[in-house]
């Protein structure tokens, strides 16, 4: 399959919820090709069924925490494409939910290794394509959370999986930073609370039924925030799915915004400074 003149994604933990519907958005678009990383391949039914429609979509053994599959999903690109316009680090985990006194190091250990090293080892793997992107200005995305912005805590038994992306959240700033001369584009972005197995488990622990965000409502809004996205006016600012900015550091409860709904808390307005947080 020719790559030349089409627009390149990469997308992590592409085999189900917000991954998978990434996938089925961007399948739709002509002169797209989108790389597909799962753990197995062999069990990516969906994705199969939906390439043997669309064509246009490769899909890749990537474990996110392995050096080694992102090293060879690296090389197969490169012998298959060349480039990669858009990477979506989408694949992670949320594990545990408990207080500190009694969460197991180990979860401690594995969040970060998926939510944190994931991303890195995907950023290390994949850079140099997408320093080729024939775009002129590609972007490296981290599908992170708004349980990583920290200030005035959003009282959630997320203590692991929030760590985690308050970690990724600075990892994607300094990538953001690092590479200015690259035209890099690099931001975290809140998907919302979303109907995922993972977005379910944490609406039903703080009294919803579910979560109130769908899967295409999700990534539609994310979709649009990448689509748009520019050096000078996303990049290295932490994003939710319908284009608002978040603060990296922010008094959420007393800036009004603490509610439990389809952000996981709430739907004001935020008044951002950059001087605070860039």
């Keep these: 399959m020719s790559s030349q003149g089409q627009t390149i994604y990469f997308i992590s933990g592409a085999n189900r919820g917000i991954g998978l519907g990434f996938v089925q958005a961007l399948a739709k678009r002509a002169n797209t090709l989108i790389y597909a990383g799962v753990r197995d391949p062999n069990k990516a039914d969906e994705l199969q069924k939906l390439n043997a429609l669309t064509k246009n979509i490769h899909i890749i053994k990537l474990e996110s925490t392995s050096e080694s599959d992102a090293k060879a999903a690296a090389e197969k690109i490169e012998k298959t494409?060349?480039?990669?316009?858009?990477?979506?680090?989408?694949?992670?985990?949320?594990?545990?939910?408990?207080?500190?006194?009694?969460?197991?190091?180990?979860?401690i250990r594995d969040h970060y290794e998926v939510n944190v090293a994931g991303p890195v080892i995907l950023f290390q793997a994949l850079y140099p394509l997408l320093n080729k992107s024939k775009s002129g200005a590609p972007k490296f995305v981290v599908i992170s959370s708004l349980l990583g912005s920290i200030g005035e805590l959003i009282p959630a038994p997320r203590t692991t999986y929030g760590a985690s992306k308050a970690a990724v959240n600075y990892v994607t700033k300094k990538i953001h930073q690092e590479h200015e001369e690259d035209g890099l584009i690099a931001f975290p972005i809140h998907p919302g609370l979303v109907q995922t197995d993972m977005g379910n488990h944490y609406a039903t622990s703080v009294g919803l039924d579910e979560a109130p965000v769908t899967i295409e409502e999700s990534v539609q809004g994310q979709l649009k925030v990448i689509d748009e996205a520019t050096r000078e006016k996303t990049s290295g600012r932490f994003w939710d799915f319908e284009g608002k900015e978040l603060p990296w550091i922010g008094n959420m409860i007393t800036a009004g915004i603490y509610k439990f709904n389809k952000y996981g808390i709430c739907s004001a307005e935020l008044t951002i400074q950059h001087s605070d947080y860039d």
């Design 81 to 107: 494409s060349g480039y990669i316009d858009v990477v979506i680090a989408n694949a992670g985990i949320s594990n545990y939910h408990g207080p500190i006194v009694t969460t197991p190091i180990k979860e």
